[in-house]
């Protein structure tokens, strides 16, 4: 057997390990463009989601503290990083122990075809990609190491490569698996499908449109816009790959503890009347000051008239909503049926679903963190109890039911340093289905200064403000704290996301420059 370097044995891991990747992505590739399969056949993208699904609360929020809405690429990256590493420790290992490492490969594969396998939507022929890419990669290792593990011939045997080949033969292999990975991703087509969908959907109009009254905008620059552009709108989910919904395939079912069952499709869902919400989302994993906030008009039928049709059985009080992926939260029927403008969104800002935010059909309810209300790519509705089941987040240690706690951010002043003078302290605060009825700003440790509000269209979306402010040289503390409609004053009391959303006021120091 040759005995190869560290170096070349490493090299020769990474090209086993790329040419599993790549052929399994080529092939599922080719499954979803001839086949359609509903699961997810690449085992890197099954195996990430495996990860995803089993992510602990404390390690999602360190996740989206770290990263905010990168955490998905950073988990991408993490992820090739990881398997990078594993197959170049596959490579070290083969040089004394081949048919150790080719367990160690075989094991490896046993456990993607796991994840691929309980994917929701799996069948059977799902497992073809991880079965061939990793009998690929076998036969590199086997090539790559050629002979019995206990021969120590310091020259290349005469059936295998040599060891000034091994480098040029794995750094080619693991470059065209590398391709593989690639071409399977263009070759499944994701997504094309949808995007044809999506630029030929007509968002319905509505009797009665959302106005919003010019004074909303308080215009202070660093303040955000009242309504946020879809492209700024923050996205955090569990779904690494943004499922393709197809809207002539879709459909939603209303089930469980009702008195009838409800199918629906997308002509039935717009060919009825529909209404527009203006609603700001917040993610329970925003920090004290956090940006994981965004308000929008969103377009969609009352979910109340769905639930009023297959009428909820005495008992219920939650309805467990269902994503394309698999994913599920758990909203309290009240708020579902309360006559807040809760709605099965079809459009955002007047424009279809972005795909990352939920199209054809998503959950928007006001008042509640997105984990429990804003299911994407929404194809289920059950409705039960608490006590009978248990969603997502729920079974990792967030809280069943998640309302919205009152908050308040500044935005402006940015920077630590700013000239001495007049200045203006501006920012947002919210409470959904509560409004906000004042906002006060303290400077150091003085009295609270009442801010100047900016017009409240709907007590479901966030509030702009602004404080007048005289800049004394040296370095002040600048905190935030607001009321909500009910006169209840938000908590100076800290807390972290966990397990119910994040809590505090929000405090920046700038220095003052004489």
Known sequence: MVRHSPVEAAAAGLASGAVTLGVAEVVAGLLVRVVGTDGTPSPLLAVADSFVDRTPAWLKDAAIAAFGTGDKAALIVGTGVVLAALSAG?????????????AGLTLLCVVALAAVLT????????????VLGGGAGLLVLVALFPGSSAARAPTPAPDGPGRRSVLVLGGSLAVLGVLGIVAGRVLSGAGEVVRAARRAFVVPSVAVPVAVDPAAEQGVRGQPPFRTPNAEFYRIDTALAVPQ??????????HGMVRREVEIDMADLL????????VTLTCVSNQVGGDLAGTAV???LPVSELLAEAGPLPGADMVLSTSADGWTASTPLEVLTDGRDAVLAVGMNGEPLPP??????????PGLYGYVSATKWVVDLE?????????????????????VKTASRIDVPRGRSLPAGPTTVAGVAWAQHRGISRVEVRVDDGEWLPADLAAEPTVDAWRQWRLAWEATPGRHTLTVRATDGTGKTQTSAEAPPVPDGASGWHSVVVDVEG
């Not at 596959?90 to 080719?102: E, M, N, Q, W």
């Not at 919904?245 to 209303?254: H, I, K, M, T």
């Not at 089941?389 to 069943?400: I, L």
């Open 119 to 130: 994917r929701p939507g799996a069948a059977p022929a799902d497992a073809a990609p991880t």
């Open 271 to 278: 060919s009825r009347p529909m209404v527009e919400a203006l």
């Open 383 to 403: 409705v039960t109890r608490f006590a009978d089941a248990a969603a997502y987040w729920t079974t990792r240690g967030w809280a069943e039911r998640g309302p």
């Open 245 to 254: 919904v197809d809207p002539a395939a879709w459909r939603l079912r209303v």
């Open 356 to 365: 990352e935010h939920g199209f054809p059909a998503r959950l928007v309810v």
């Open 298 to 300: 969103w377009t969609g």
């Open 90 to 102: 596959l490579g070290l290992l083969a040089r004394r122990r081949r048919g150790l490492a080719l």
